[in-house]
């Protein structure tokens, strides 16, 4: 079936740099997109999200970026500081009406002092 | 403000027995949804709701069951409870149209079958 995936399982970054985190989505009848931020123990936060017919969008030191020609979502983050530290997810709805949000694996942000 | 609560935080159960992961939200939200979340995977959804007295499944919906009999409330009950439900589970709630607006989450019950 169709399904919302990451290119990486772990990113380390320097504090300070900025961090992209990538997500491959399938469904091409898609037009709406989350990114999720994850912490120990916590459920996850909501960030970012974006509709289809928008390429991007920009949040507090945050930028989401969607590529619907090669299906393809990212997640920056300016300056990453070590509270940034969490798993973060992409999801997709699935197409209009089912009210349903897929969930990809997730990408581990590590930051390195 | 709450927000989504979720109650137990943490549960134990041997296999066979029953239990009801308990779900309310105070942001007046029409929708309301469980998934599962397990290790190196995604979150999976169970089971949703688009408002009082309505449910459907979600893609991983056999061995629970769920009601909405108010718009705050929408607990989640194991009949039967099998080690490959051990998970953590979530809850979480939006505005009408749960794939199209964000969905805010509790902090999960982590729940163990022996």
């Known amino acids: 079936g169709e399904s919302v995936g990451l290119h990486l399982p772990t990113l380390s970054v320097q504090e300070g740099d900025n961090s992209i985190i990538n997500c491959a989505y399938s469904?091409?009848?898609?037009?709406?997109f989350i990114w999720y931020k994850q912490e120990s123990g916590k459920g996850p936060q909501f960030i970012i999200d974006i509709r289809s017919n928008m390429d991007k969008r920009q949040g507090q030191r945050v930028t989401v970026l969607l590529n619907k020609t090669v299906k393809h979502l990212s997640l920056q983050i300016a300056a990453t500081q070590p509270g940034d530290s969490a798993v973060y997810f992409c999801a997709e709805n699935t197409p209009r009406g089912a009210q349903k949000l897929v969930f990809g694996q997730g990408t581990r942000l590590t930051i390195n002092p | 403000n709450a927000g989504v609560t979720q109650t137990p935080k943490f549960q134990v159960l041997k296999t066979g027995q029953s239990m009801t992961l308990q779900c309310a939200q105070d942001?007046?939200?029409?929708?309301m949804s469980w998934y599962r979340q397990d290790p190196g995977m995604g979150l999976r959804l169970i089971h949703y709701s688009v408002g009082a007295g309505i449910t459907d499944q979600g893609e991983v919906p056999n061995g629970y069951n769920v009601s909405r009999s108010t718009t705050e409330d929408f607990p989640l009950r194991l009949l039967s409870a099998a080690p490959s439900q051990t998970s953590v589970y979530f809850c979480?709630?939006?505005?009408?149209?749960?794939?199209?607006?964000?969905?805010?989450f509790g902090d999960g019950t982590r729940l163990s079958i022996l």
């Open positions: 469904n091409s009848a898609s037009d709406y």
């Open positions: 979480a709630s939006s505005h009408r149209g749960g794939g199209n607006q964000p969905q805010h």
């Open positions: 942001m007046n939200h029409e929708y």
